[in-house]
């Protein structure tokens, strides 16, 4: 079984600082990364993808991939209280049409 | 908005009955996906579809089967609900080549 692993958290940040979230995979031959945002009760949201290693900026938002290591990882500058949240990680291994999705980090921003 | 929509939002019903959720897509799309969220657990695949009337299973696939008449429709059924299948149950596509999925508003169902 392909597992993508992250830490529940919660992590708790200062409003304006920055949030950095991190997750790991077990299939070396993955391809596809993403992030998904999901708030209480919503349903999961896509805000960033990454395909190759180094960094995607989106925003405030910044993606980093280093498949040498497996892991992934989403920096979210100027945190705000909106960005309160749980963040999916979710991975395509190398064959087949499906993602794997860890179980989600909670992210608190106080203000 | 990826044009997706779910029915029912949320259902109650007893063990041993038989349930339908229906996932609804406006725009097309080949791939769909069910899946399920419990606490602790994530985001879970029960089943998916690549076209009309093709389907596979994912890792929870027990207890569940799927039905894909229509391009735009991808149903999921439960032939005798059980407590462990109380849930959050989301349904996603999947856009173009890419391996984005977008997910609908999901069906919360509570199996007494």
């Known amino acids: 079984q ?13 409003e304006g600082a920055i949030a950095s979230l991190n997750c790991t995979y ?19 949201e896509l805000i960033m993808s990454i395909y190759s290693n180094g960094d995607k900026e989106d925003g405030r938002f910044t993606a980093q991939l280093n498949k040498a290591s497996q892991y992934v990882s989403l920096l979210i500058r100027d945190s705000q ?21 860890g179980a989600g980090t909670i ?3 106080k203000s | 908005d990826a044009g997706i929509t779910q029915s029912p939002r949320h259902k109650v019903t007893e063990t041993g009955t038989p349930v339908t959720l229906r996932c ?10 069910w899946y399920r ?19 596979d299973k994912g890792e929870v696939s027990d207890g569940y ?13 439960l ?34």
Not at chain 1, 2 to 14: A, H, R
Not at chain 2, 44 to 54: A, E, F, N, P
Request: proline share 5%.
């Open chain 2, 79 to 112: 032939e005798s609900a059980t407590s462990s299948q109380t849930s959050v149950y989301f349904c996603a596509i999947r856009t173009g080549k890419t391996y984005e999925q977008y997910f609908g508003p999901g069906t919360r169902l509570t199996v007494t």
């Open chain 1, 81 to 101: 209280p909106s960005d309160s949240a749980t963040y999916l990680c979710a991975v395509k291994g190398e064959y087949g049409n499906k993602l794997v999705f």
């Open chain 1, 26 to 44: 077990s299939d070396r031959g993955s391809q596809s990364f993403f992030w998904y945002r999901q708030y209480s009760g919503k349903s999961p």
């Open chain 2, 37 to 55: 969220q419990d606490p602790g657990h994530g985001l879970r695949l029960i089943h998916y579809s690549y076209g009309v009337k093709d389907t």
């Open chain 2, 24 to 33: 609804h897509q406006t725009e097309n799309h080949r791939y769909m996906y």
């Open chain 1, 2 to 14: 392909k597992e993508v692993e992250q830490n529940s958290g919660p992590l708790s940040v200062p």
């Open chain 1, 107 to 109: 992210l608190r921003v």
């Open chain 2, 65 to 77: 089967s799927v039905s894909r008449s229509k391009t735009e429709d991808f149903l999921l059924t």
